[in-house]
């Protein structure tokens, strides 16, 4: 199981503050300042070609707020997912209480789910999902990886369809070449 399908892009959200704005401070605060680190995050993620995973990094960050969260997190997964030329996938990472509330605000208002890195290595899935999409999730998660001959054996019929969700959703990783199911996790795991 050495396949990795995707080559991650870490992206580091304080040095794309401090060079995108050019402030000595990690605070993501007004509309602006989200709307210009968003389109930071595009512009390296335009070269990653048809097929990326972002791990975008809000450690550095100590303040965010409703209208960055909208336009950093919200927007850049809107506009990704409604691509049709191109799979984006996104972990954000080192989400802590100070901007978690914001991110999950933002999420529930456009009906959308991202994977946070809450903690070294706690992964959760937050925003809008079904029951059934967040027992296929956890169930994923807690296995990494799960081929196509055991879906079957894993996942009730409710959790199998909430899968395939996962997969359209951005949430989940399905290798086209062994239709093996990823999570998002593990896809990032050698840049944690």
């Known amino acids: 199981m050495s396949e990795r399908p995707i080559d991650p892009i870490a992206i580091d959200i304080g040095e794309v503050l401090q060079k995108s704005v050019t402030s000595l401070y990690s605070s993501l605060v007004t509309r602006p300042t989200g709307r210009a680190v968003r389109m930071a995050i595009e512009t390296q993620l335009h070269g990653a070609g048809t097929l990326s ?24 997964l809107q506009q990704f997912l409604a691509d049709e030329a191109r799979d984006a996938f996104f972990v954000f990472r080192g989400v802590h209480e100070p901007h978690r509330d914001q991110i999950e605000v933002v999420l529930a208002r456009q009906g959308l789910a991202a994977v946070l890195e809450t903690e ?5 899935l937050v925003g809008v999902h079904s029951g059934d999409e967040g027992s296929a999730w956890r169930t994923l998660e807690e296995r990494g990886t799960v081929e196509p001959e055991e879906v079957e054996g894993l996942f009730t019929g409710g959790q199998r369809a909430a899968l395939d969700s996962l997969v359209g959703r951005g949430l989940a990783f ?14 990032v795991a050698h840049l944690l």
Do not use: T
């Open 120 to 124: 070294p290595d706690r992964f959760e």
């Open 53 to 76: 995973l972002s791990l975008i990094d809000f450690s550095e960050v100590v303040i965010i707020d409703f209208s960055c969260a909208d336009e950093v997190v919200a927007k850049l």
């Open 174 to 187: 399905r290798s086209p070449q062994s239709g093996r199911i990823h999570a998002l996790s593990q896809l």
